[in-house]
């Protein structure tokens, strides 16, 4: 967390979509943050959504992406732009000195991922992801149940779903169903999230096999409406995920180990914002008087889980900035293998179905 | 449910599972039932399991199956044997005329299932598996709810899972890892739920693809100890399921419709016996004020659902007894959709998880 004396990190916006507001938001939440400046392909454009989000006087309006980079009172960059310009942008944004928070999913695939890294590590800029419930305070607590040896046990299996029904309009005209810009579709927006939350149950160690489930449901462009997938580990570890813009929302965890059970039935986006809920049962096997009721858990956050985001996005670009330390290496590893598996889901997706192997990636 | 003026459906138990307890329970709590006899392959065996369940002075004792099978004041029996005995003494029961209550899985495959089924037609008897919690009035709700095209819409997705960790003695000695006894091991015993669930989510429409997932555990016999399973239908619709005998319990449904979401934390086996909950939530899309919490919802059951499975039974062998009805052709013919899905995902179990086709079956 931010002490006293330093300045907050100033974060320019680049780009007006959706989700910038919710971040917006979070960024005026987070302590030891800012917004300095926001961008998009015109000025009007900018200036419509820095009144729409109430920002102050002092922030700049850049009427173009170039603009924003060449800001000196910018310290980092939140990108929201469509996937297939992240490329292009985020490299732009490390080569221009920009620390950089990106939406997911970061890149169209692991090779672009891996260009966009390699140019943060040359110019000593961190990078995190967008995935938010990655930050909240639940989160925490969800791993020290998952990493408890005797309540939980080892990891089994875990389930992990988001889905989101989206309307007609949406289907014709967002950016998330086209395949020049965000082709990935539903995998990448919100299987993201899933495939996250498996890593994430397996300390974020890469499964060995990936497989598309039958029934991918693509739109006329090929882009995914709609998948599932299932992943295996050693040990007998698995993972099933699915994600959806067809149905109506569901964000479950259900994790199994040896000795304990986790749910989770809002994952990705609490029901509240000021607390979020988890259940948990312990051992129970086939002889005892069968299992009790879960006990619920419940954590509260003093911010919402994207302003939690923000403040810890900050705190290591205060680092680097003010006490020269190296970005750090946590955040874009699991981006990485996040991004790998949606690869090979969509990889998989493309070949019927067919089972790919992780190792040596 | 018998009217007061009929005589209970006497029922004879054959063989002295663990199982046979809880049905044994259940029988005495039905309206319309009672214990007539029990059957063990050794009298002492038979005696020790009627005093240790407390049946009455009244219940015939038998010292082999064929001797229950003779007994002309048994109605129907109750058949919890291995199921590798299922298609044998289902038949032999049959042809004696008796109403059969057999455990699931029903048989080793369709193909003994149906010599099942054809030998109860030809003697004009009920069958029905013990499949408890088809028979909860929550499970009436639930279907009340997934088929609300206003509520849910059309289903898009469901997952389910039935664990329960075992310990190293039944891992060792219980029969449901013998390939000779239970050879369908956790897929028979456990997955036969979750796919039950899948299919009545599915209003009992015969998934058009199965495919099991990688990561399937297999003891050193090749019974499966663990395994999950993707199931997809027309229209997008699409299922995975669980079932492990390694991991603790877990007995989730989550469902999500075009409309809205349905859980179930306990559908197997409810957490308390004299009610059940479940969860819905309500459309909810992109541009909302995001989701509200889930509403619960609570169902009584004035009897436990393994007796509200017995009364159910019990009518239908009444009906045919009393009033000169046919069998019911309902539970049948879900319990052979369910043995078919059970059959599919060990095919492809040993196919290296192909994809298996059912259209046809």
Redesign the interface.
């Known amino acids: 967390m931010a002490t006293v004396t330093d300045t907050p990190i100033r974060i320019g916006v680049m780009g007006c979509a959706v989700i910038a507001r919710t971040v917006s938001r979070a960024i005026d939440l987070a302590p030891n943050a800012t917004i300095a400046a926001v961008a998009s392909r015109s000025l009007e454009k900018a200036k419509t959504f820095a009144t729409a989000n109430g920002y102050q006087q002092s922030v700049k309006i850049h009427g173009s992406y170039e603009s924003i980079l060449e800001d000196p009172d910018v310290d980092a960059l939140y990108i929201p732009l469509p996937t297939s310009l992240h490329v292009e942008w985020a490299i732009r944004a490390a080569e221009s000195g920009k620390h950089i928070l990106v939406e997911k999913p970061v890149a169209m695939n692991v090779s672009e991922f891996d260009k966009i890294v390699a140019a943060c590590e040359k110019n000593g800029v961190q990078i995190m992801d967008g995935t938010m419930w990655a930050h909240h305070p639940r989160t925490a607590k969800l791993k020290e149940f998952l990493f408890d040896s005797d309540r939980f046990?080892q990891l089994?299996?875990i389930?992990s779903?988001f889905?989101?029904?989206?309307?007609e309009d949406?289907l014709k005209n967002n950016i998330r169903v086209k395949p020049n810009l965000d082709g990935l579709g539903a995998l990448g927006d919100l299987g993201w999230y899933a495939i996250r939350a498996a890593l994430f149950a397996n300390n974020f160690e890469l499964p060995k096999?990936v497989?598309a489930?039958?029934?991918t449901?693509l739109n006329e462009s090929g882009v995914i409406l709609?998948c599932?997938a299932?992943?295996?580990?050693e040990d007998?570890?698995?993972a099933?995920i699915?994600c959806?813009f067809?149905?109506?929302?569901?964000m479950?965890i259900?994790a199994?180990?040896?000795?304990?059970?986790l749910?989770v039935?809002?994952f990705v986006?609490p029901?509240?914002e000021t607390q979020a809920t988890f259940?948990t049962?312990?051992?129970?096997?086939?002889?005892d008087p069968?299992?009790?009721?879960?006990t619920e858990h419940s954590v509260k956050t003093e911010i919402p889980q994207e302003a939690c985001m923000v403040r810890e996005f900050a705190r290591l670009v205060g680092e680097i900035k003010n006490k020269g330390a190296k970005p750090d290496g946590f955040w874009p590893n699991i981006s990485r293998k996040t991004q790998l598996v949606v690869d090979a889901i969509k990889e998989s997706v493309d070949k019927n179905?067919q089972?790919i192997s992780l190792s040596g990636r």
């Open positions: 046990g089994k299996n389930n779903c889905s989101l029904a989206v309307d949406f096999i497989a489930s039958p029934g449901v709609s599932g299932s992943l295996s580990w007998g570890r698995t099933s699915y959806s067809l149905a109506n929302v569901g479950e259900t199994v180990g040896t000795n304990g059970t749910c039935q809002d986006i029901f509240e259940t049962c312990l051992k129970s096997g086939f002889n069968w299992v009790s009721r879960p179905c089972q």
